[in-house]
């Protein structure tokens, strides 16, 4: 069976920092690329970042690039976000994505990112 748990969110003040995590389990971690997610309120879910499957290739949505850093631990089956000089702007529910491409993808049940003074 297929999980995945994010955890590390919260509140923070604008300029400040935050390191999200993803354990995957059920399926060959280090055989595929990991992405994160994010949907704030009233908005669509957008794609935030995809790391592939050994790190050597990263690709960021532009309104994070230069702050946020994707990475991976195939060792622990963990991907992180972290996440430096936030703005209100990032506030929202970030999730962890698995899109194996012979199924639907799989999602993480997510963790709340407050940005807020």
């Known amino acids: 069976q297929v999980q995945l748990v994010e955890s590390g969110g919260g509140l923070v003040q604008p300029g400040g920092s935050l390191r999200l995590s993803c354990a995957g389990s059920?399926?060959?971690?280090?055989?595929?690329?990991m992405s994160w997610y994010r949907q704030a309120p009233g908005k669509e879910r957008e794609l935030v970042t995809t790391i592939s499957r050994y790190g050597s290739s990263r690709n960021y949505t532009d309104s994070v690039k230069g702050r946020f850093t994707i990475s991976r631990d195939n060792g622990k089956n963990t991907v992180f976000l972290q996440m430096n000089s936030l703005k209100p702007e990032d506030t929202a529910v970030y999730y962890c994505?698995?899109?194996?491409?012979?199924?639907?993808?799989?999602w993480g049940q997510g963790t709340q990112v407050t940005v807020s003074s």
């Open positions: 059920g399926f060959i971690f280090s055989s595929y690329a």
């Open positions: 994505n698995w899109a194996p491409g012979y199924s639907p993808p799989y």
